[in-house]
């Protein structure tokens, strides 16, 4: 099971180097202009989960498990931090205004009812078992991306996103469907998972596509009032 484990790991610290770069880029411009703060609220709920249920599983052996969950939660607090931080520096003031189908509101819920019914394992006492914690972990990231998906294709460009944060996690996407794909063979078939991870595998590859087709589009107002005349100014 190390070989599993290892595609486990490694899956997750792409993604937490996705966000890294992420956060250089946020530092840089100093703005989270079309960074979804939903997304990251929802990865940071997966990670939260993952270090509880991590204590009930081979993980709490595996040395890699406590170096992934310090830089999940370390890189996920900080580019919160970061979108307290620099949130007036934004040009979209309409970036927030998000439908409630798209808004944490909707989204928390969605994903706890999805976790309570869909989830490996047996039923404890009042329906309730640690295993709702690995299934609240892969459905907050499998659902978090949406937000994210949402405003690339509204606005038509990319924003403040980083090249590296969309490459980051395509293959830590592709390590993750290793990791399925190994225990389903191994005889581990927790279809609901799987459905869920495949799922999120089509949200980043249409996120991916939708990124690659406006990222030469990235053109911003240089200043917020209107009657300040159309400068722009190419972001790339």
């Avoid at 595996?62 to 996920?76: M, Q």
């Avoid at 998000?98 to 706890?112: A, C, E, T, W």
């Avoid at 976790?115 to 907050?140: E, R, W």
């Avoid at 993750?176 to 005889?187: E, I, N, S, V």
Wanted: charged letters at 15%; hydrophobic letters at 55%.
């Amino acid at each position: 099971m190390s070989f599993v484990l290892w595609l486990f790991e490694i899956g997750y610290i792409l993604q937490h180097c996705a966000t890294l770069f992420q956060i250089v880029r946020i530092q840089q411009r100093k703005k989270t202009e079309l960074v979804s703060i939903e997304t990251n609220v929802l990865f940071l709920i997966g990670a939260l989960s993952r270090l509880l249920w991590m204590w009930d599983s081979m993980l709490k052996g595996f040395f890699l498990s406590y170096i992934e969950i310090i830089l999940a939660l370390g890189t996920l607090l900080y580019i919160l931090f970061l979108f307290r931080k620099f949130k007036r520096n934004n040009l979209l003031i309409h970036e927030e205004k998000h439908p409630i189908i798209f808004r944490l509101i909707f989204l928390i819920p969605l994903v706890m009812i999805l976790s309570f019914f869909f989830h490996p394992g047996n039923k404890g006492a009042y329906y309730l078992t640690m295993q709702q914690l690995v299934s609240l972990s892969i459905f907050s990231e499998s659902i978090g991306l949406i937000p994210q998906l949402w405003m690339i294709r509204k606005e038509g460009d990319t924003g403040n996103l980083s090249q590296f944060y969309v490459v980051f996690l395509a293959f830590a996407r592709f390590f993750r469907l290793m990791f399925w794909l190994k225990m389903y063979l191994d005889g581990n078939k927790f279809i609901a998972l799987i459905l869920a991870d495949l799922i999120h595998s089509i949200i980043l590859f249409d996120f991916v596509y939708n990124v690659i087709k406006n990222w030469n589009k990235g053109v911003l107002p240089t200043n917020m009032g209107k009657g300040t005349g159309d400068q722009t100014k190419k972001i790339f």
